[in-house]
């Protein structure tokens, strides 16, 4: 008869034990808040912010901020295309080729047909 309470002593020892492994983080797992229910605070934005555009426009108004793309820049200039292949895997622009349809943006503030920088 003592065989089986042994046993029964014996797993329940041993399953407390394995559960005192398991931390109490992981037992808490409480469910992230859905986006919908968030306050515009807690959201996070992607991008930049637009800038003040405040005085910016020589007295020009509305004043308002707006996105453009920006101009490619290229430090080096074009090299014969032999050069080009021969060095082609030390240079990392020779990978910009992927990205291609990349356009960056930045800030201007504009006002009419004109364009200041913030």
């Not at 398991?22 to 919908?36: N, R």
């Not at 060095?87 to 990978?95: E, G, L």
Request: proline share 14%.
């Amino acid at each position: 008869m003592s065989s089986p309470n042994h046993a029964v002593l014996l797993a329940t020892s041993l399953l407390v034990s394995l559960l005192s492994l398991i931390p109490v983080s992981c037992l808490d797992k409480s469910p992230l808040p859905s986006p919908e229910g968030m306050l515009p605070e807690q959201k996070i934005r992607l991008g930049s912010t637009p800038p003040s555009c405040y005085n910016r426009c020589n007295q020009c108004n509305p004043c308002t901020a707006v996105q453009l793309p920006t101009l490619p820049f290229q430090p080096n200039p074009v090299r014969p295309s032999r050069v080009k292949e021969a060095h082609q895997m030390d240079d990392p622009s020779s990978y910009s080729n992927q990205y291609s349809n990349y356009k960056p943006l930045g800030w201007k503030c504009r006002c009419g047909d004109h364009l200041y920088n913030p």
